[in-house]
């Protein structure tokens, strides 16, 4: 079908051949041949091939249908093995299959290239955060993206956006909190500069406040901070430590050894509450059922930050059952009544056949998806092309309405809660 595809839009080819066309760039194919063509070893255009870790298109024919030649496709990336992120996926491709359902922009349809970023010996050795550079660098170079929606975690984020800086992508978050991405990119963001680093989760500097308020609302005295050492688990033990007006000690670790030694440890210490800070799926049901079956938390209250705030979570905890009514945590906090909200949330059951609420920042994928969809609007009527610099100043022109209110939209206008899980474990 691919080879069909370049037969149909090169000119001068005979059956089932084609003139082959000399190239310096992937962009040199793209322009002669539109999407799906890219610069071969051999000097010339040939249809792409798409890499082991990002096999999965939409629409399922963008590849190989000519009405897909002039698409405007985004990168997408996620570590596809945890629960939660696979939903984000499911999220980020609503929003396009939403877009290609409306009026094309300007006869230009929409796709996404999906990549995970686990760490899989089944398509190399390379851990999270360089398979995320790996992939987008990959979908920056062959596929020619303006924009990428993900990686889910802060470290990925980073180590992504520092990869394509220079690159003209854009590069969108729906899940990446860390107070320290915010001095990555520019600081002032203007139309001219609008940055190139986006994400529609709020920052930890939020989460971190609200976190030690919630503890000292309940007169907690005494804290444990069990966390990763990466940007997202150091950042925000940080924050809640600088924060908290009570007694903090810290237990990071960078492995899963570590983190069992952490478990047994503070199981042994006073302390009124643990703080558990992760962001991978695994270390987290890992903790839970370690202190589940660790004599010591009997006695302590769990809290658990926005990472955790999925069912996924909840049900592989099985030996953490004891613990629950316990547990505490911190979420970014529902649109409740809004029209968009509730309508995405019926969107996305009546396409999947579950419940978006209970994964953790599916929302914010979805719409992280719709911005640079609007940005790409922006990039084509003001600019008269779509390119990541026209995305990102389109974003800067997105209101949101709340209450009646128009504003800016921007992370910071979410709001974080801290809350019994109750609702998450039942759901």
Not at 77 to 102: H, Y
Not at 218 to 226: E, S
Not at 322 to 331: A, N, Y
């Amino acid at each position: 079908m691919a080879l069909s595809l370049a037969a149909v839009l090169s000119p001068g080819c005979s059956l089932g051949t084609f003139d082959r066309t000399e190239c310096t760039t992937s962009g040199d194919c793209r322009e002669s041949f539109g999407f799906g063509f890219t610069c071969g070893a051999q000097g010339y255009c040939d249809p792409i091939a798409l890499a082991s870790r990002c096999t999965q298109v939409y629409p399922a024919d963008l590849l190989t249908s000519p009405k897909y030649a002039n698409a405007i496709v985004y990168g997408n990336l996620m570590d596809r093995s945890q629960v939660k992120q696979a939903a984000r996926e499911r999220a980020a491709r609503l929003a396009v299959m939403q877009a290609n359902q409306a009026a094309p922009l300007e006869g230009r349809r929409f796709g996404m290239v999906f990549c995970t970023v686990e760490e899989n010996l089944a398509f190399d050795d390379l851990t999270m955060d360089e398979a995320a550079v790996a992939t987008a660098r990959w979908l920056t170079k062959e596929v020619g993206v303006p924009a990428i929606v993900g990686p889910s975690g802060s470290a990925s984020t980073a180590a992504v956006y520092q990869a394509l800086v220079g690159s003209g992508t854009v590069v969108i978050s729906p899940s990446a909190t860390s107070a320290t991405l915010t001095d990555l990119d520019t600081t002032n963001a203007t139309d001219e500069s609008p940055g190139m680093l986006w994400r529609t989760a709020p920052s930890d500097a939020a989460q971190g406040p609200a976190i030690s308020a919630d503890m000292s609302e309940r007169a907690i005295q005494r804290v444990a901070i069990i966390h990763q050492t990466d940007p997202y688990g150091q950042g925000l033990a940080n924050i809640v430590s600088q924060t908290y007006g009570g007694d903090v000690e810290l237990f990071p670790f960078m492995n899963e050894n570590e983190r069992a030694e952490a478990v047994v440890t503070v199981s042994n210490t006073s302390v009124d509450e643990v703080l558990f800070i992760a962001s991978n799926t695994d270390d987290i049901v890992a903790f839970l059922n370690g202190a589940g079956t660790t004599t010591g938390y009997e006695t302590k209250s769990i809290f658990l930050t926005d990472a955790a705030a999925s069912r996924d979570v909840f049900v592989a905890a099985t030996s953490a059952k004891g613990l629950f009514p316990r547990v505490r945590g911190t979420r970014v906090r529902p649109l409740g009544e809004e029209f968009a909200y509730k309508t995405f949330l019926a969107s996305y059951q009546g396409e999947y056949g579950e419940k978006a609420s209970d994964f953790s920042f599916t929302a914010q994928a979805y719409d992280a998806s719709w911005l640079v969809i609007y940005g790409s609007a922006w990039s084509l009527f003001r600019g008269g092309e779509v390119n990541g610099r026209g995305i990102a100043q389109g974003m800067r022109k997105v209101s949101c309405q709340s209450d009646g209110a128009t504003t800016p939209c921007g992370a910071t206008s979410l709001d974080v809660i801290a809350s019994n899980w109750v609702g998450v474990v039942e759901s």
